[in-house]
């Protein structure tokens, strides 16, 4: 059942919040992502994020490839992929911070219906937290909306403290002892995508992640999990798989879930350290959908070091 908080706006000193799920996600205004934001702003921010985890910021255009990349990397260290991400294709944005996460290719078409990289997108349609396949995990990650087709394609979340906290104390039992395997081509594979080759799969090896960890901002335990767990340390494959499914399914009842709407020029930060999302069908053969990602990390990694997701 949705907890019962007030929907109420309210002020800080520099921008407005209203509550979109409460007590989780909120929409800001006040802000303009286009221009540089002050330190107090920033402070701010963070305190609102580090409460509600998922928030969206409006803007009448979308800001610009260089205003995102200068925005986000004001949270924290920003990812810096490597190209190109799937053998034999090209970058249409060729900043190495965003993240393309259109349906279009380098010459600004939709994918052809045999364009390995839509596949490997439609994956996104999974549960999942952005890069819990790395070593140094994602913190916020910021998605602006450039082109947004006319229905479907909203981006739904869970609050994976809340979910925490939902479950049953004999449920939680034993459940801090575990560690996760993340794969990022579990995940791809899952979704339907094809099985990459040695030398795809050599760039991103599996990462171990505890299942439960505190989330820091807010001081509240948080289940950590993604379409990308593919076993449990020192478990066979089925019991964990069983598990791995038990709790997916119970991280994504319905109660937990917020999906945000789209607005041309919005730009959603969340917490991957606390949610989970997914992105929602829409007609990808007949509408772009064109969204931009940067994405923060744990810890700064060495130039070259990583490869984007
Ligand atoms: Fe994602």
Redesign the pocket.
């Known amino acids: 059942m949705r907890p019962e908080v007030p929907n109420k706006k309210r002020r800080t000193m520099t921008f407005t919040v209203e509550p979109m799920h409460p007590p989780y996600a909120a929409r800001i205004t006040g802000i303009d992502l286009r221009q540089p934001i002050s330190a107090s702003q920033l402070v701010e921010l963070k305190a609102v994020l580090a409460k509600h985890v998922v928030c969206a910021i409006g803007q009448d255009e979308p800001p610009t490839n260089e205003q995102h990349i200068a925005f986000s990397g004001l949270l924290g260290p920003l990812e810096r992929g490597k190209s190109p991400k799937i053998a034999g294709t090209a970058e249409r944005v060729p900043h190495p911070e965003i993240i393309d996460q259109s349906n279009m290719d380098e010459a600004g078409e939709i994918y052809d219906d045999q364009d390995r990289r839509l596949a490997y997108k439609r994956a ?1 349609r999974l549960w ?1 937290t ?1 890069m819990s396949f790395y070593d140094i995990r994602a913190t916020y ?1 910021a998605l602006a909306g450039h082109i947004v087709p006319p229905s479907g394609a909203d981006t739904e979340f869970t609050d994976m403290r809340a979910v925490w906290d939902a479950l049953p104390a004999s449920r939680k039992a034993g459940l801090e002892d575990l560690v996760v395997e993340h794969s990022y081509w579990h995940s791809r594979v899952l979704g339907g995508g094809p099985e990459p080759n040695a030398e795809e799969r050599a760039t991103r090896p599996p990462a171990h992640h505890k299942l439960v960890h505190m989330h820091a901002p807010s001081g509240r335990k948080a289940l950590y999990l993604a379409s990308h767990a593919c076993g449990i340390v020192g478990w066979d494959k089925s019991k964990a798989t069983a598990l791995i499914e038990e709790l997916m399914a119970f991280a994504t009842q319905p109660q937990f879930i917020y999906a945000h709407k789209w607005r041309r020029g919005d730009v959603l930060i969340w917490d991957n350290l606390a949610t989970m ?1 997914r992105a929602t069908p829409f007609d990808d053969r007949t509408f772009k959908r064109d969204m931009r990602r940067t994405t923060c990390r744990e810890r700064a990694i060495a130039q070259g070091g990583s490869s984007i997701a």
């Open positions: 996104n999942h952005d990650s999302h």
